[in-house]
């Protein structure tokens, strides 16, 4: 009886059964039986080999060791719990598996156990499976923040989550937890209680933002959304304007002085944190003496300081439509640290020795100081590229020709050159756009991006590549690192590519398809009106660039060795880069090797989740600024292409807007359509008219929701 009752329950490992219903399915009709039965379960009970759940259902009790502890997150459709494990870092959770786990809530999840007896097998097989549980505990609630629109219905109050797919609940607020709330306003609200998955959690309301739709509330709900610090905790101020604004002749004399050097910024001319500067020379053997001169931010930020752990929280400046929300306090990121004109500045320098042909034959990595003799901007820089004239044109042209060269060369050898365009906004006194850029790629843009590419590969290959002959005192046999690495794509994703750019008339190898292929394929479509769709499909069939301890390589820049070492104000990685270059110069030892060992995974893993939250905030800020900007455009038509097809209707893209809206099947009446997803389009059944991704076509705007954040066009 006892191996009857396991065999069955093993089957349905997250079901629960009465006993009558053990009953029924065992085929158990004889009342001693019966009775057998009911002892069974009370003695596998007692040796937890069966669980009873509120007096009366059993299920079966999974052994211990697939029972894992992390922080669950709710995602679209589906959740996560991040784990720390070996083997795997996350569990999928299906949704109806999430028990009542919210964003952030300590949770203890057991695997489902078919995959776990797998798993037990080998861990190769753990690694190629995807990992499901469920959700058996909930250990301690996060009370995250909750944005959303206050609503009500009938006598009761709700606040409807903005992120409704990821959230999948609306919040009951009680008469007396509505903090003076009123229907329609955009809220922040925290779960108090929620016990029961098939009712809805019950909260309080703590803020009101404004009226939903707004562009101040929606765009202080953005910060509020994805957890943006507003503001730099007093302690940390009080640390930032205690570092010394004067550098002691002391300290020059410990560094290369570069203050006599032709060297000067480039950069947009609305920034305000340089932090890296340029100098090009030709050497007496005909080579080029390329200094890529970063703030050197870590002379500053000391490791376990106040700004340290707040730079580490942060991870990185968030880039809004319209604020940033910097990794620093102001006082260092646009004061000290920047490497403003006609001032001295610490840095880091990086010195390379290029042939002609671009060829990196020598290097030399040096603490500095320099006093930039120029602030230029994009535009600027372009200016003199195209007259010929301005100040340092003699340079400036030299270094666009041999950014060229560097340019030439990466792409040679394996670089995917993505062009994707960006929206950039202007802005009334109130905050409202009142116009919308496309942000031009210039000559002067390449020139520093070849530069800073090359600089963080040299500084990657500084540390992975050990020369034969090193002094014992730094000579490691692991030398811990923060890398950037690029995995290579899916097959399924590239063949999804493949499929899509052949009704263009472009083609992809059927194996291995390489980055040089990827390359050819940009360059064929460059300058044609799908160029930015190929682009965007492109990017989209790629892995997601990480910081990773372990060295795999960059897969879009064909690099065998990179790192982020240019942008230290902004990130990060790159701080503790500059670290980890001063530890190695003065010979580390075995203690602080093993502190490093210990350390960067977190580092690693905080660096790219902040850097895909700021990317995330980024994106929905700017689609704020978009339907705020098109709310005036109602009625008015543009030109546009089919930016995806979907069975419920087709995304266009506003060509010189860059902003996407949706034509829906119901607001199509002349035929009636179908869905054809393996050849991206919607196929009429009576007259056959055939509308794909990709196709060119005139739009109408119908419809602006800035609650929702969407717009609906029709055909015109």
Known sequence: MRERILEFLRRYPNQTFKSQELQRRLSIK?????????????????????????????????????????????????????????EFREILIPQKFCSTAMDGDMVEVALFADLFDKAKQTKHTLKAERHEGEII???????????????????????????????????????????????????????????????????????????????????????????????????????????????????????LDLREEKIFTIDPEDAKDFDDAVSLEVLENGNFSLGVHIADVSHYVTENSQLDKEAFKRGTSVYLADAVVPMLPEEL????????????????????????????????????????????TYEEVQKIIETKRGDFADEILMMYKFSQVLLKKRLREGSVDFGSEEAKFRFDEFGKPTEIIKKVRLDSHRLIEEFMLLANQTVAKHIAVQPKKRDAKTQQAIRP??????DSPLKEKLDELALFVKQFGYSLPPQNVTSKALQKLIEQARGKEEENLINDVAIRSMAKAIYSENNIGHYGLGFQYYTHFTSPIRRYPDLIIHRLLFEYEKGMNAERNNFF???????????????????????????VMQVEYMKRHIGDEFHGLISGVTNF?????????????????????????????????????RMKKRYRMGDKVNVKVIRVDSVERRMDFALK
């Open 597 to 623: 060992q210990k350390n960067l995974p977190l580092i690693c893993k905080q660096s790219s989740d902040r850097e895909r939250v700021a990317m995330e905030a980024e994106r929905e800020s700017t689609k």
């Open 30 to 86: 004889d009342e001693n039986e019966y009775r057998s039965l009911r002892i069974a379960l009370g003695e596998l009970e007692k040796e937890k080999l069966v669980l009873r759940i509120k007096g009366k259902h059993y299920k079966h009790q999974s052994h211990q060791s697939n029972r894992y502890v992390g922080t669950f997150a709710m995602k679209k459709g589906f959740g996560v719990v991040q784990v720390d494990n070996e």
């Open 333 to 376: 990121s646009n004061n000290i640290c920047s490497l403003r004109p006609n001032v001295d500045r610490l840095t880091y320098s990086a010195f390379m020795e290029i042939t002609p042909r671009g060829a990196v034959k020598n290097y030399d990595i040096k603490k500095s100081v320099i006093n930039s003799k120029r602030r230029f």
């Open 481 to 486: 690192f923060v890398y950037r690495i690029h």
């Open 137 to 255: 505990k909930i250990i301690k609630r996060a009370k995250e923040e909750i944005v959303g629109r206050f609503e009500r219905s009938g006598n009761f109050y709700f606040v409807v989550p903005d992120d409704g797919k990821k959230s999948g609940r609306d919040i009951y607020i009680p008469k007396s937890a509505m903090n003076k709330a009123k229907v329609g306003e955009k809220v922040i609200a925290v779960v108090e209680r929620w016990e029961d998955r098939n009712l809805n959690p019950e909260g309080r309301v703590v803020e009101v933002l404004g009226k939903s739709g707004e562009v101040r509330a929606e765009m202080m709900s953005v910060i509020r959304e994805f957890k943006l610090p507003e503001k730099f905790p007093s302690y940390v101020i009080d640390e930032a304007e205690e570092v010394a604004t004067e550098i002691s002749k002391e300290e020059i004399t410990t560094r």
């Open 649 to 685: 209707g087709l995304f266009v893209k506003i060509t010189d807007l860059l902003t996407e809206g949706m034509i829906r099947l119901r607001d199509l009446d002349d035929d009636y359509y179908v869905y054809d997803e393996k050849n991206y389009c919607i196929i009429g059944k």
